[in-house]
């Protein structure tokens, strides 16, 4: 850092100063002076040295604290809030998933009544068997898996909570979705609500994570079509958290499977989507807790396909779309990851068992 005193060098400074200083000492001593001005003037020439001696210490502290200064106000910056916001986000990185359709891909069984399917070899990222992986399908509650994938990449503390109100838990009773059944003026750790949301498909705790994440269900949908387009997805469109019927909330056999590999991705999300059973807190609305089960695995338990273990998923119903599985599991000889995704069967049973002989036939 440099100072210029308007264009002249430190050296020619001085010196200007010195003839102005001895130019101060040959005014008359009758002149209107303030008396100890002509004091002043009279020890800076009896010791000019000190003066200029001075004068560079008092230079140097200016130019000194100054630069300290700055160096203060930039660290003053770099600890606002608004900053460390920024910097201590996590940055998600969306990571484009992709399978391959080969010469070795299959029709989907015959058997098996979907409208749409797909049965993945996740491991070798080829498609191993399918049937309208392309077309639009309502995917009802496996739209939620969507939910719980957004919700855990934009929530800031997962020891936060949220209050359960009316407003949200008597339109779904009126609409007749599943719950996972917290009360109003139930206050509720994220972690209960991710659980709620999979396990028994709780369109009461989608609900709360889309308001406690971004203060509304319009705002949150946002975050899930902005993430259909950070995977790369062209067939699919959200319009809920909860997966409840409209005509705007829509998907594939195809693109679920590539919204089922993304959230397996994420620690927390495989997590939930691979528990049976879960208890969440116990509060004064619900003393014991509430004991959640998967709707997939109360199905499934009993009736594994010999080849494979499914090891997880997410299930769906409404009128409109049929019932609908995504899950995913591994083949036991060899271990190779399976996603399978049915859509639009025409009731539980051939839904369940239906994947059950995709995993016995494909998975091995």
């Known amino acids: ?24 000492k040959t005014v008359s001593r009758e002149a209107k002076k303030p008396p100890q001005r002509k004091g002043v003037y009279k020890v800076v020439r009896l010791r000019k040295s000190v003066v200029f001696g001075f004068l560079a210490v008092a230079l140097i502290v200016v130019i000194a604290t100054s630069m300290l200064g700055g160096k203060s106000d930039i660290k003053a910056e770099e600890k606002t809030p608004a900053e460390n916001s920024v910097t201590d986000e996590v940055v998600q990185k969306t990571e484009k998933i992709s399978y391959k359709f080969t010469e070795n891909t299959k029709d989907l069984l015959s058997e098996n009544d979907a409208k749409y399917g797909i049965a993945i070899n996740k491991t070798t990222g080829t498609v191993v068997a399918a049937r309208n992986p392309h077309e639009k399908a309502y995917p009802a509650s496996t739209t939620k898996i969507m939910t719980l994938l957004v919700a855990v990449e934009n929530i800031k503390d997962m020891n936060d909570t949220f209050t359960m109100t009316l407003d949200i838990t008597d339109p779904l009773y009126v609409a007749e979705a599943s719950v996972a059944g917290f009360l109003n003026g139930e206050v509720i750790g994220m972690k209960d609500l991710l659980y709620g949301t999979i396990l028994p498909s709780g369109a009461d705790a989608s609900m709360a994570l889309a308001l406690k994440v971004s203060g509304s269900e319009e705002e949150f949908v946002k975050l899930m079509n902005k993430k259909v387009k950070d995977l790369g997805l062209k067939n699919t469109h959200f319009d809920n958290v909860t997966g409840l019927h409209s005509e705007q909330n829509y998907s594939t056999a195809y693109d679920m499977a590539v919204i089922l590999d993304a959230a397996l991705r994420n620690d927390v999300c495989k997590e939930v989507l691979s528990t049976y059973q879960y208890t969440t807190a116990k509060t004064p609305q619900n003393p014991d807790g509430i004991p959640l089960s998967s709707t997939l695995f ?8 010999e080849t494979a273990t499914i090891l997880g998923g997410k299930t769906g119903f409404v009128n409109q779309s049929g019932y609908c599985i995504a899950s995913y599991g591994t083949a036991n000889e060899n271990n190779n990851e399976y996603i399978v995704v049915t859509l639009g069967n025409s009731a539980r049973w051939p839904a369940f068992y239906g994947q059950i002989d995709l995993y016995k036939e494909f998975a091995k």
Request: charge should be negative; avoid cysteine.
């Open 1 to 24: 850092m440099s100072e210029n005193f308007g264009g002249r060098g430190y050296e020619d400074y001085f010196k200007a100063l010195e003839q102005n200083l001895n130019r101060e």
């Open 298 to 305: 109360s199905y499934m338990y009993g009736t594994e396909p």
